[in-house]
């Protein structure tokens, strides 16, 4: 390994030219012009996405015209009132579904709540006796916090445990599974398709986070027998801060969703006003209250980026890029300052590499200051995103580049 305090070495000049080969070779690089980007490597996708070029006018007219000029009219006569389940259509060939089955509102926490909740009021409908909800304890930690919140609410008994140990603690007591597609602090992904099947041989239901996936690779939803699943859209998907979360129900369980949550905007007649609860059908079940429309409309101009993209061609790229930083990290950072945590194998890695560092939140601070933008998890971890829309490979030369400077 080599330190880069001076000029380039053979090998670094060598890597920054394979840097402009891939680039030059990329099927996704009209697609860094459709963003608003400086000159800051921005590996920080997996937090809050880049700002799409289009949103802006967008959110302009819908405040200056739809609210600002037909006001109230803007319910009927601009699609307001759908908005929800036309934007979770747009959403769902992202991860693998089928159009009705995504509704766009409220937060991932809240969507957290309203799925699990509704899964262990299916696993016990007709048995009784499923008592238990099993829960990532790597998790994010809201949704330990509400996985703990929701077994009280259900009486049932938490059982928190690695994704790895699941087959082991599920029995004909386990209702419902939650569990995150990849880890936020590592960006481990996590075998989907293999828990989703024995959680169903165990008769219980799967709810999946895919918070940190969406927009970065295949989920395939359907195709895996998935129940129910949630996700934040500011991240990969990048619509914005606070943007509106998802939740999937798959249609197969849609007349039996009994919400947690229910409210006016889920009811059958939500303009009948009756005092009675009658649900509606689909995944508008999944609704509860009048949606947030300037940020719900925006997160639908953000996802304008998505046409005419393959989420394989993303995959393609995300592995391409981290593989090729993974590559540059070793040839640059003195040896011993940095551990990847994030693993070596395409089939356990999401989008993001994370290096166990010494100092790492210090380090983070000076990384930013020139120009690098990742962020930082405690103790240790350093964790860079790559949204293959549009961070480039030359970003992660210069990334890695950067950080061996700053450790040397």
Request: hydrophobic share 40%.
């Amino acid at each position: 390994m080599s330190e880069t305090g001076g000029a380039l070495s053979g090998t670094d000049s060598g890597l920054a030219a394979e840097a402009a080969k891939l680039d030059a070779d990329d099927v996704l690089r009209a697609k860094r012009a459709e963003f608003v980007l400086d000159d800051t490597v921005y590996l920080d996708g997996n937090s809050l996405g880049a700002l799409p070029a289009n949103v802006p006018g967008r959110l302009a007219e819908v405040m200056t015209h739809e609210w600002g000029t037909l006001r109230i009219r803007s319910w009927d006569e601009s699609g307001w009132w759908t908005a929800p389940e036309r934007i979770g259509d747009r959403i769902a060939p992202l991860v693998g579904a089928a159009p009705g089955q995504i509704v766009v509102g409220d937060s991932t926490s809240v969507n957290v709540f309203k799925a699990l909740v509704a899964a262990v009021r299916m696993a016990r409908d007709p048995d009784e006796g499923r008592d238990e909800i099993v829960v990532d304890a790597t998790t994010f930690p809201t949704d330990g916090y509400i996985a703990e919140s929701a077994a009280r609410l259900t009486g049932c008994r938490l059982i928190p445990v690695t994704p790895g140990d699941v087959p082991g603690v599920l029995g004909d007591r386990t209702a419902a599974v939650l569990l995150n597609h990849a880890d936020y602090r590592t960006g481990r992904l996590h075998d989907l398709p293999g828990l989703t099947a024995r959680i169903h041989a165990a008769g219980a239901l799967a709810v999946w986070d895919l918070c940190h996936t969406a927009g970065a690779l295949p989920v395939g939803l359907d195709a895996h027998g998935v129940d129910l699943a949630v996700g934040c859209t500011y991240k990969y998907l990048n619509g914005g801060p606070g943007s509106p979360a998802y939740l999937y129900v798959r249609e197969e369980l849609q007349s039996r969703f009994d919400s947690p949550l229910p409210g006016w905007n889920s009811h059958a007649q939500p303009f009948g006003m009756r005092p009675e609860f009658e649900a509606a059908d689909g995944a508008l079940r999944g609704r509860v209250g009048t949606p947030d429309i300037l940020s719900m409309l925006a997160l639908e101009a953000a996802l304008d980026v998505w046409e005419g993209v393959s989420v394989d061609t993303v995959r393609a790229k995300s592995l391409a890029l981290t593989d090729f930083f993974l590559r540059c990290v070793e040839a640059y950072v003195p040896e011993g300052r940095v551990e990847p945590v994030t693993p070596r194998a395409h089939a356990e890695r999401g989008s993001q590499v994370a290096l166990r560092c010494e100092g790492a939140g210090d380090v983070m601070k000076r990384l930013i200051e020139q120009g690098v933008v990742g962020d930082y998890r405690a103790p240790d971890v350093l964790r860079f995103g790559f949204t293959p829309l549009y961070v480039s490979f030359a970003d992660a030369e210069r990334a890695a580049r950067v950080l061996a400077r700053t450790l040397a």
